[in-house]
């Protein structure tokens, strides 16, 4: 159970950050944020309310909030980044976030096995290499490192958190519903901090509004992926569950070059096989 929800989260994670990206092209990356996970929060809301999920209220909800807190910081120092390049480099270094949520299942007594050990190193080596890292060109600016660790630090946190947040299925809704208003209400004063600055919250041709189905899709996807990886991760070693679900970069490379029609260089082939792989060996160990 453990392999199948992180490898779910994987492949929502991957999809909705390819959303997410597509949408950045017409619009701000904080705008989709905020829009996305409106969104979700409206959703998962209703879902609440339909399951009675209030009544699972209590201490646990905090680690939702610091986890809606972190999330929004993270994709702005991580987009902050990625405009500062180059991509190639900045990509596979946000992946170093599974370090987070592993380094804690060690600490808090995990042990995996000879194989599982094995699958972890490949499927990371995988990973990397699947964002096509920039060996030779530009040099990369200190900014844009330490931008990136801040953002892999708070994605793995964010990773960490969420799997703290609820023990029940009902419990787990509330927790990732608050998670999401989180999101909102930080990523919306981040949008309203920037705005009174003089960047705009629009692209040039105003909001799409016909890409709303796309704006939910890339919300839905996102807090989806939050929910199977906590429950992967309430299933089976922390340590596992966090490798598996950071595979996303190999389906966000895969989506570009079959919908998009992008061509994988020839170490994200490698990278991709290899992160394959490292999957098989957690998945027989």
């Known amino acids: 159970m453990t392999a199948l929800f992180a490898l779910a989260t994987s492949l929502l994670w991957g999809l909705a950050d390819f959303g997410g990206g597509l949408l950045s092209r017409r619009v701000p990356a904080l705008t989709v944020v905020v829009v996305s996970q409106t969104i979700a929060a409206v959703v998962l809301g209703a879902i609440v309310v339909a399951t009675g999920g209030w009544s699972e209220a209590g201490p646990r909800l905090w680690f939702a909030v610091a986890a809606g807190v972190v999330g929004p910081v993270a994709m702005l120092a991580f987009y902050k980044a990625l405009a500062l390049g180059p991509m190639g480099v900045v990509s596979p270094l946000g992946s170093l976030s599974v370090a987070v949520p592993v380094g804690i299942g060690l600490f808090l007594g995990e042990r995996p096995g000879l ?80 705005v009174r600055r003089g960047t ?42 966090a490798v598996l679900a950071s595979l996303y970069p190999v389906i966000t490379a895969l989506a570009a070059r079959f919908m998009l029609g992008e061509r994988l260089r020839t170490v994200q082939a490698a990278g991709a096989g290899l992160a394959l792989a490292g999957t098989l060996l957690l998945a027989t160990g």
Do not use: C, W
């Open 200 to 241: 705009p919250a629009l692209g040039p041709e105003g909001f799409p509004y016909g890409s709303l189905p796309a704006f939910a899709f890339v919300g839905l996807a996102d807090v989806a992926a939050n929910g199977t990886y906590s429950l992967a991760a309430q299933h089976g070693p922390v340590t596992v569950a």
């Open 115 to 194: 194989p599982q050990i094995a699958g972890i190193l490949v499927a990371v080596v995988g990973v990397v290499l699947a964002g096509g890292p920039q060996i030779k060109g530009a040099p990369v600016q200190r900014q844009a490192i330490l931008l990136t660790l801040v953002a892999a630090f708070g994605f793995g946190a964010v990773m960490a958190l969420i799997a703290e947040a609820s023990t029940t299925l009902t419990g787990l809704f509330l927790a990732l519903f608050v998670q999401r208003v989180t999101n909102a209400a930080a990523g919306g004063a981040a949008l309203y901090v920037s």
